[in-house]
C-alpha cells in the first residue's frame, strides 16, 4: 500500500499532462481560422516559383540515411563522452560494456550501409523527374507563348 502512495505525485503529474495536451489540441482546433480551402491555398510552393510537377517526388534517400548516421555517431559520441567522464571508467565491466556497444553501433552503421544500393543513394530518380517537369513546364509555356 505504501508503494502506490508514493506513486500518488507521479500519476498527479501524468493526469496534469495528459489534460495539458487535450486542453491545448482543443483550443488550436477552436481558435484555429475555419476557412474554406482555395487552389491557392493547397497548391505547393517552390520559393515564389511556378510548381514543377507534382509535389511529392521520388526524394534522394543518401540524405535520409546521412542523418540517420549522423545521429548514430552522435549518440555513440555522447555516450563516449559520458564513460571518459564518469567515475566507473576504470572498472573492467564498464570497458567491456562500452566496447560491445561500440561494436553493435558500428555493425548498425555497416548494416545500414549495405541494405540501400547504389542507385537509390545517387538521386537520378529525383534529378529524372525534376528535369521531365521542367521540360513539360518550358514546352507549355512555349504553347502558350505561340497562342
Same mark, same amino acid.
Given at each position: 500500500?505504501?508503494?502506490?502512495?508514493?506513486?500518488?505525485?507521479?500519476?498527479?503529474w501524468?493526469?496534469?499532462?495528459?489534460?495539458?495536451v487535450?486542453?491545448?489540441?482543443?483550443?488550436?482546433?477552436i481558435?484555429? !481560422?475555419? =476557412?474554406?480551402?482555395?487552389?491557392d491555398?493547397t497548391?505547393?510552393?517552390?520559393c515564389?516559383?511556378?510548381?514543377?510537377g507534382p509535389a511529392?517526388?521520388?526524394?534522394?534517400?543518401?540524405?535520409?540515411?546521412y542523418? =540517420?548516421?549522423?545521429? =548514430?555517431?552522435?549518440?555513440?559520441?555522447?555516450?563516449?563522452?559520458?564513460l571518459?567522464?564518469?567515475?566507473?571508467?576504470?572498472?573492467?565491466?564498464?570497458?567491456w %560494456?562500452?566496447?560491445?556497444?561500440?561494436l553493435?553501433?558500428t555493425?548498425?552503421?555497416?548494416?545500414?550501409?549495405?541494405?540501400? !544500393?547504389q542507385?537509390?543513394?545517387?538521386?537520378?530518380e529525383?534529378?529524372?523527374l525534376?528535369?521531365e517537369?521542367k521540360?513539360?513546364?518550358?514546352?507549355?509555356?512555349?504553347e502558350?507563348a %505561340?497562342?
Amino acid at each position: 500500500m505504501r508503494l502506490f502512495i508514493d506513486f500518488n505525485y507521479v500519476f498527479v503529474w501524468a493526469l496534469l499532462a495528459v489534460a495539458l495536451v487535450v486542453i491545448m489540441l482543443a483550443a488550436s482546433w477552436i481558435l484555429r !481560422p475555419h =476557412i474554406l480551402q482555395n487552389s491557392d491555398k493547397t497548391s505547393t510552393y517552390e520559393c515564389g516559383e511556378e510548381p514543377i510537377g507534382p509535389a511529392r517526388v521520388s526524394y534522394p534517400y543518401s540524405y535520409f540515411l546521412y542523418t =540517420i548516421l549522423f545521429v =548514430i555517431v552522435d549518440v555513440m559520441g555522447a555516450f563516449l563522452w559520458l564513460l571518459s567522464v564518469s567515475q566507473f571508467r576504470t572498472t573492467e565491466a564498464a570497458v567491456w %560494456q562500452m566496447l560491445f556497444f561500440v561494436l553493435l553501433i558500428t555493425a548498425g552503421i555497416g548494416f545500414a550501409l549495405r541494405m540501400f !544500393p547504389q542507385t537509390i543513394l545517387s538521386g537520378k530518380e529525383t534529378l529524372k523527374l525534376y528535369r521531365e517537369g521542367k521540360a513539360r513546364r518550358d514546352s507549355q509555356k512555349t504553347e502558350a507563348a %505561340q497562342q
